[in-house]
């Protein structure tokens, strides 16, 4: 039998190396201090902040394995993340609302990536709508985004995840393997794993879009601390305008970007193909952002046994200031 993971992950790595190879567009001579980013580079979302740091930022910037845990000097969560300390740091708006908790001065810069979620699941299951999921055994990680997700979608048919069985999975690639096993009937994850697992139902899939439901705001963040440096906060706001060009870059033409993610996740470049069009490369601060954090808020509040944050509590967590500073260089340049 054709062992296809294998197939596709030499592929993964000859993309790798070609990228290696490739001159890069010229960036402009380093005249920022170096800076440090952590995110979890196994996602489609953290393109345009490894764009980023490979162009359009005018100095040495390294993109880390990890999340907002190496802003706070938290343990990394296992399988997704690597030690070291962080300038700033990618994550679905679900891990702040988590983490500031205890870190109250994390702060929202802007929002990089939507991610647009689906459940993926097998017909032959006896799935035909979200409400057959009723019983059922669905790969998912339930702290995250993916699991809010898959929540919304459950209470828009009369469920709730009371009614499903929901089996955590690290690494990610072994949903797609369960899905394939039957040992789960459905898989609620972020691209490119969705993908993965739609592939390996063929013609037994049955999918289910989040389109009204919910869209992952996949955020760039920092604390208040790194904010009140000031050479902290000029190469932070320097990489944000770059996030924004690489952004604009990626919506004229992905190829490189598309290249920069298949290396740094290890993809099948077929894999980050097919599953681009799930994401909006947005660059921005939403109008819905806070909106968004205080009904997640509610959910979380109830998972973790404590008291829901107000309103005006969720909203100091978002600092729109650097934003607009970013925007700005474009004009001073």
Known sequence: MIDWRKIRLVGALLAAGTLAACASVPRTPASEPPISIYGNKQTLEIAPVLLAADRFYPGSATVHMGSIANLVGAPPVQGFGNEGS???ATNAETQILRYSVQHPDLRILMTVTEGNYRIVARRSAGIGS????????????PQTSSGYFLKLALE????????????????LSGMTA??????VDAVVIWEPESENAAQVLGDDLIEFGGQGIYRELFNLNTTAGNLADPI??????RFMRAIIDASGSIRGDPTDAKRLVVAAGSFDPQDVEDSWKHHSWIATIPDDLLDVMV????????RDNRTARTRAELAAL?????????LALKAAE
């Open 130 to 141: 979200v409400a057959d999921l009723k019983g059922k055994k669905i790969a998912t990680i």
């Open 178 to 183: 369960a899905l394939a096993n039957r040992e």
């Open 156 to 171: 828009q048919a009369g469920l709730s995840f009371d009614d499903i069985v929901a089996v955590p999975m690290v690494p």
């Open 86 to 88: 962080a300038d700033l």
């Open 295 to 302: 009904k997640e808020e509610q959910w979380l509040a109830v």
């Open 232 to 237: 902290q906060r000029a190469k932070i706001v």
């Open 318 to 326: 978002i600092d729109q200031a650097p934003y607009e500073e970013a």
